[in-house]
């Protein structure tokens, strides 16, 4: 019953994409369209076969980078809200300053951080840290401001300490949001690597697509970008699963203590 109910949400999406590939095909070959100005799917998909071995290359580079920037993005938004949490008044100082560094467009930033840090790893890493902190920490601050004040009061009274109070309540509250927080980081981290590698890098799929665009090799741009969403999808897939097996385990944690 479990598949069934899973084949009837996957179904509708796969049709209505089938049948745009479609029209797609049928439109590209019955004006006959030419391929630079739109490759028809097979004609995408012929030069994806054909450029299999390079598109690899440039997609594991992408993906070396963009799990980094995403696990130290992260990592720095889980530490910042617990900080911003835990240290009065920090949250009422601090968070307009957060708010201030997601209004910076990428593509002045970027110019900047070469500048400052040249063509290397630590612009690209950087700009990546700020593109992923931002929805985790904000996501998981909100959720620890929900805890239920009446299992807070009991907990104090009983001589928990604020670590405790943390780690036994608090965090495990907030999961859900924290979740939500690493799925929206997850969608943009992969589009954030992408430009990162233009501003100062010889492989990854944003060179790849940069290069294919200046010449004029639009089936290339194609294949490039439908590597970008396979890659966002998955790694959003990841977190989403790993979700669904957090909050399970402990549901039936939970459960079990009562």
């Given at each position: ?44 998909g012929t030069e994806m076969q054909e450029a299999w071995p390079r598109l690899m290359e440039h997609t594991a580079a992408t993906i070396r980078i963009t799990l980094l920037g995403f696990g130290a993005g992260t990592a720095a938004g889980f530490v910042l809200a617990a900080l911003l949490h835990f240290i009065p008044g920090a949250r009422t100082a601090l968070y307009p300053l957060l708010v201030l560094t997601q209004n910076i467009p990428l593509i002045v930033l970027g110019d ?147």
């Open positions: 019953m479990a598949s069934k109910g899973k084949f009837h949400l996957i179904w509708p999406p796969a049709a209505v994409m089938a049948g745009l590939l479609l029209i797609w095909q049928i439109v590209t070959s019955t004006f006959n369209i030419e391929e630079w100005i739109l490759p028809s799917p097979y004609a995408i900047l951080l070469v500048i400052w840090f040249g063509f290397g790893l630590m612009p690209k890493l950087i700009l990546l840290v700020l593109v992923c902190f931002f929805p985790v920490c904000v996501s998981m601050l909100t959720g620890l401001r929900q805890a239920d004040e009446k299992l807070v009061t009991y907990m104090r009274m009983i001589g928990a300490s604020r670590s405790q109070l943390f780690w036994r309540l608090e965090l495990p509250g907030s999961l859900s949001h924290l979740f939500t927080g690493l799925k929206i980081a997850a969608s943009y981290c992969v589009i954030s690597a992408i430009y990162a590698e233009t501003i100062g890098s010889n492989v990854g799929l944003g060179v790849f697509i940069r290069l294919a665009s200046n010449g004029w090799e639009t089936s290339r741009v194609f294949a490039g970008i439908i590597m970008i969403v396979a890659l966002s999808l998955l790694l959003f897939g990841l977190i989403a699963g790993i979700e669904r097996l957090t909050l399970r385990w402990q549901v039936r944690e939970e459960a079990a203590g009562q």
